[in-house]
C-alpha cells in the first residue's frame, strides 16, 4: 500500500520561507510524478506544484512561479516543496501526492499524504 508522509509545515511571517517535505513508501517513489495540492478553508483543493518521474520537469500554479520550488531526492523518496516570500493566502493545508493522470486536476491524483498546515501570519 502506498503510503505518503507530509511534514515541514508551521507558522511563519508574511515573507517568510518553509520547506515541506513529503516522504514515500519504498517503490513508490520512483516510478511516479509527484505533486503538492493545498485547500484553504471554504475553498476547493487546489494544484501548487509537480514535479516528472525523473525530476527533469517542474510545473507550478501560476500564483507561486518564482516563489515556490518543486524537488526531489531519488535517494531519500522525499519530495520537497521550498516557500519563500510567503503571503497569507499561501495559507492551507498543503497535501503531497502522486500524480497518475496528465492534467492538474485533483481528480489525476491519488495516495493523498494527511496533509501539513502552513499558516502565513501578517
Known amino acids: 500500500q502506498v503510503q505518503l508522509v507530509e511534514s515541514g509545515g508551521g507558522m511563519v511571517q508574511v515573507g517568510g520561507s518553509l520547506r515541506l517535505s513529503c516522504a514515500a513508501s519504498?517503490?513508490?517513489?520512483?516510478?511516479?510524478?509527484m505533486g503538492w495540492h493545498r485547500q484553504a478553508p471554504g475553498k476547493e483543493r487546489e494544484f501548487v506544484a509537480g514535479?516528472?518521474?525523473?525530476?527533469?520537469?517542474?510545473y507550478y500554479a501560476d500564483s507561486v512561479k518564482r516563489r515556490f520550488t518543486i524537488a526531489r531526492d531519488s535517494a531519500k523518496d522525499t519530495v520537497y516543496l521550498l516557500m519563500n516570500s510567503l503571503k497569507p493566502e499561501d495559507t492551507a493545508v498543503y497535501f503531497c501526492a502522486i500524480w497518475y493522470g496528465s492534467s492538474r486536476s485533483s481528480l489525476d491524483f491519488g495516495s493523498w499524504g494527511q496533509g501539513t498546515q502552513v499558516t502565513v501570519s501578517s
Open positions: 519504498r517503490g513508490t517513489f520512483s516510478t511516479n510524478a
Open positions: 514535479i516528472t518521474r525523473d525530476g527533469a520537469n517542474a
